[in-house]
């Protein structure tokens, strides 16, 4: 990880728990975003975004080095056994280069969430509803809420289901 203990912000929340880089940006969509220098960000998943695709298998970029690119445009993808899904960028500006790790070892993405397991870099500007880590702790919050209701409410349909 690009910070030390002291950095991270602890989260936990049912039965899910991760530590936050504080200093980051972060997006709704559950990305995470380190200007390496300025202009250049450096973007991965959070924690939360890889343990709802699972174990990742497989991923690919539809962009190349030096294409233009803008927010929420589909950029790649990222294939797990729980689920598959398009990679959408968070940025305006320029592709420079996707994760050469990546290729090699698809699993960095889970198992060194901030830090190795980055997945491409923009030069550019962040989209404009980027937060910081406190802001996404409350995205958080909402989503692992839905999730829980969904949970509860299947839960109660069964039992339903079984006194009929």
């Known amino acids: 990880m690009d910070c030390t203990p002291d950095d991270v912000v602890r989260y936990k929340r049912s039965r899910f728990s ?8 972060y997006t709704a969509s559950h990305s995470w975003l380190w200007e390496r220098e300025p202009g250049l ?9 890889t343990r709802m ?18 927010v929420g445009q589909i950029i790649g993808w990222v294939e797990g056994f729980k689920a598959a ?3 959408y960028c968070v940025l305006d500006g320029e592709f420079v280069t996707g994760n050469p790790a990546l290729t090699a070892n698809v ?9 190795e ?16 880590v406190q802001g ?6 909402l989503a692992i809420d ?6 509860e409410s299947g839960d109660r349909d069964q039992e339903s289901e079984g006194n009929e």
Do not use: C, N
């Open 18 to 25: 991760t530590r936050l880089p504080e200093h980051r940006l």
């Open 107 to 115: 699993a960095l993405l889970d198992e060194d969430t901030y830090g």
């Open 85 to 87: 899904s398009d990679v």
């Open 146 to 151: 839905k999730i829980q209701g969904k949970q």
């Open 117 to 132: 397991g980055w997945l491409y870099e923009i030069r550019g500007k962040p989209e404009p509803g980027a937060m910081d």
């Open 136 to 141: 996404y702790t409350g995205i958080l919050d």
């Open 53 to 70: 695709l699972g174990e990742l298998v497989e991923h690919d970029f539809e962009v190349k080095p030096g294409d233009a690119v803008k």
């Open 41 to 49: 960000w450096r973007v991965g998943y959070t924690k939360f975004a």
